[in-house]
């Protein structure tokens, strides 16, 4: 009666579903994600007040995370949905019309988070709000789709995975193109952070539908399978990629990103109209 | 086995509900959607980059509309739920205790873009964002309360209607008052395009009250008929309006709206420190 | 057949749910919210336009408890959860596997407007849109925390439950550690107002933890006990909260928050290239 007892006492409701296996995996990157926020806060808590910006986003985002993974840990948070794909490449163990567990719970998580990545990595560019703010609604689109793709048992789920992709090609264009543009505004040494990391973000974002595809769309791995290739790539974006982003900004002022705080405003934006009306007038008085 | 089969591989569940001939129009929609998301992704990319931020409203909002008509084209995203009203005007056919399909997927299209259209329009007016965010958020409002008296079976699902009317009371009464003074501060051009389009916007928004109390809240029209009238009602709102918003809009420069995009802000921002220094040593060369 | 027979209409489908008591106070809740909020619109009409801005959140607020207050008073919007405990300190009257109605319509009632009632008191705040949005967004955290765990039937609802009060510390820490040093940026009267209405504000949040543990953590009180107990921390956060939070500040010109309609803002800044030229003339002056 010792152990990792979750899947007992909250007995998963579909046939394709992980075992004690998979839950142990989910309760080690739980832990994962819960140092990696606390370290995060400690990190934040040990630099200048004025640079604890780039930090917040990182620990929202591991925050819930780690609700998430806390979650699908506990065998909490899957609903079951019938396959579409049964046969000789898929899980036939199960019987033919078979349930999958989808764990909405994953979802949920990506949902509220991968949009804060985006904004994380905008940060570092001088793009307006209005399009700041129309990248991250294609990122949490893209996820919703992919969500909504998985809830479908009909073969109709796969229009939504092109729903899916297609956002994310207008996330990662956007990002490569006129964020880049908008990165070099600020300055090269920037442009070079933000290509180097946006390169990273975009290939392990578009490792997602790959995943999406072998488990929750064609059924073709396990479970336990796709909680591991899952939770690798949500451990290798969330805690290694922002982990390296936020250490390559340690030496860049935010305050080239325009995120000095309101008091060095106030102070820089006197004197301003205190100068000019004090200067115009010199060369007319001694004239 | 040819032609529309999304009846007939995703069956509805309720018994009053749309056949082929709604699931037919509802494709003819979403290829609509479609056709007016990409064509205005086009637009877009024509014009200048300083003169695209009103385009990317327009753009998030059909591009989660068309994946609406998407889901309700393949009779997916709906819900049976028991009718309130049976009798000589409402649907007899299926017999006393039926339940109606209740589209919950067209909801959730409209909370996410109802707020768009509204912060489309207030994007031409000089208001705070605090009240820019409350308006949307009232409108926001409106479209859950009517989720929500879809969604209840008893008499009490008119007190939702309620909450929804009063909402876009609010709505409408701040666009046409303090909004309508908002956008007289840009321009007098810019007042009499907002005030034309409000217009428009107001009368079209006025008649989602009546398609609901004939649909989803007096079960008085057939489920195709609701695909109608809802569906034309969203094609001249979210393509008609919003095509005719942002031509109307072409020749006006966004810098005027507070737009303008960070570059230029950079390149008047820098002269004035560089002023500052420039004139301090005037009065040593003086000296 | 006369008197409030929402009961009746929408019957609880929990063993352990609200009889006609229950309903009737919520009903009067319900018209103390509605009542508020219309005195809230009125009182933000009497006042100059340029000071209505603290009165928006509070309005947003209570129309949103005023929709959630309703649905509960008609006996809808609850679920039925096996409760984790029984005996003889909790409900036993409806047998040993018995089900409680768990209110989701309260949490979604929170979850939309807590966050309101942060950004409200960080109005009077020099903080960083940055710094305002994460701290909304752990209030958002706790009570969806506190939702999932009400939902969990099993022991694991105690991991949301540490999770949510975990969120509600960091809510408070920031609110009075970074929070109170960015309101004394602005004044020392507003810093004294901030600490004041932020240790009530604390004080009321940590009754919610008790609140949830007796009632839909623990079992241990009545579904009527609980409404009583939610809705008096509801009217004294919501109502006599807000009510004296916006009292205190009604001398205090939201200008120094950085409110100033845009319409101030152009007034005041054209005076500064106005002088330029007025200055330009004091040749006149010297000649």
């Not at 409701?13 to 296996?21: F, G, K, L, P, V």
């Not at 929202?60 to 049964?86: C, H, K, N, Q, W």
């Not at 399978?225 to 790539?233: A, D, N, T």
């Amino acid at each position: 009666m010792s152990g990792n007892q979750a899947v007992d006492i909250n007995p998963p409701n579909a046939q394709i579903s992980i075992n004690t296996n998979g839950s142990d995996w989910m309760w080690a990157a739980f832990a994962l994600f819960m140092l990696s926020d606390l370290g995060m806060i400690a990190w934040m808590y040990m630099r200048h007040s004025a640079q604890r910006v780039l930090h917040v986003v990182p620990i929202i985002a591991l925050s819930i995370m780690s609700v998430a993974y806390f979650s699908m840990a506990a065998d909490l948070g899957s609903t079951p949905i019938v396959a579409e794909f049964y046969g000789n490449h898929h899980q036939v163990y199960a019987g033919d019309p078979a349930t999958r567990a989808i764990w909405y719970a994953r979802y949920i998580g990506w949902v509220l988070t991968m949009p804060l990545l985006v904004l994380e990595v905008l940060f570092t560019a001088a793009m307006s709000p209005t399009e700041v703010a129309s990248t991250m609604f294609f990122q949490v689109v893209a996820f919703v789709s992919f969500l909504v793709g998985a809830l479908v048992t009909s073969t109709y789920k796969w229009g939504y995975f092109v729903f899916a992709v297609a956002s994310l090609v207008y996330v990662i264009v956007t990002l490569l193109g006129p964020g880049r543009n908008a990165a070099g505004l600020i300055s090269d040494s920037v442009r070079s952070i933000f290509t180097r990391n946006v390169s990273v973000l975009a290939f392990l974002l578009f490792l997602y539908p790959i995943a999406w595809g072998l488990a929750d769309g064609g059924n073709v791995i396990t479970s336990d399978g796709e909680m591991v290739f899952y939770g690798v790539l949500d451990i290798l974006l969330y805690i290694c990629f922002l982990y390296g982003f936020v250490y390559q900004l340690r030496a860049t002022d935010v305050c080239c990103f325009g995120f000095g705080p309101k008091t060095h405003k106030l102070i820089t934006e006197k004197p301003v109209p205190a100068a000019a009306p004090a200067v115009a007038p010199a060369p007319e008085q001694i004239v």
